[in-house]
């Protein structure tokens, strides 16, 4: 099945600074890749997603980009603010789609 | 008007007890899962049901029974609660086959004491 890597675990950084996630996955016929963002007592919510036919997409202050030759795909926010700190989540939906695996999780702390 | 929503919002239990949790989607989506996260943060994935039809089981033990009625609810029970099935349960929903998110409810804190 789908098994998705995802780097750091843990990531502090300034204040306008920026930040930047890093997932692998191991199905090469994953064709789906969202980013969740998860607050603390809150549950999971889509933040960006980017589908297999497209390297890159941005939104404002965060963008994504895909490899699938390599089989990883990447979060960078730009400019971060206090109200990133947050848990995000990597995912990857399996060869029938059926399956939408996640990774483990970056907990983002943004430094005033 | 919520997406997903499960009920209760929190559970608590004692050992060896039975209890269910339940869901419901208002967005017309045919698969619905149920996720585990445990207290470091890892959202496992459990089962996954599309058009009511069990797909997937991830090696959960059989004392988690998911049902679906229809495919706008996917309820799970569990029996014989242990101590280490305390965790944030989530069910979510999406539309299979169409590349789209899945929309998360807000989640059942179950703690067995």
């Known amino acids: 099945g789908e098994n998705v890597e995802q780097h750091p675990s843990t990531l502090s950084v300034q204040e306008g600074d920026s930040a930047v996630i890093k997932c692998t996955y191991s199905?090469?016929?994953?064709?789906?890749f969202p980013w969740y963002k998860q607050e603390l007592g809150k549950r999971p919510q889509l933040i960006i997603d980017?589908?297999?036919?497209?390297g890159e997409k941005k939104d404002q202050r965060i963008a994504v980009t895909l490899n699938k030759t390599a089989k990883h795909f990447s979060l960078h926010i730009t400019e971060t603010q206090p109200e990133d700190s947050a848990v995000y989540f990597c995912a990857a939906t399996g060869s029938n789609d059926y399956k939408l695996s996640f990774g483990a999780g970056t907990t983002v702390t943004v430094r005033a | 008007d919520t997406a997903v929503s499960q009920t209760p919002k929190y559970l608590v239990t004692q050992m060896g007890n039975d209890k269910s949790i339940k869901c419901e989607q208002n967005?017309?989506?045919?698969?619905m899962y149920w996720y585990k996260q445990d207290s470091k943060k890892f959202l496992k994935i459990m089962f996954s049901y599309n058009n009511k039809e069990l797909i997937i089981n991830e090696t959960v033990p059989n004392r988690f029974s998911p049902k679906s009625p229809d495919k706008a609810h996917l309820n799970l029970h569990i029996n014989s609660l242990e101590l280490g099935d305390s965790a944030v349960y989530f069910c979510?929903?999406?539309?299979?086959?169409?590349?789209?998110?899945?929309?998360f409810g807000q989640g059942t804190r179950l703690t067995v004491v």
């Open positions: 979510a929903s999406r539309l299979q086959g169409a590349n789209t998110e899945a929309f």
């Open positions: 199905d090469s016929a994953s064709n789906y």
């Open positions: 980017i589908r297999s036919n497209v």
């Open positions: 967005l017309g989506h045919d698969t």
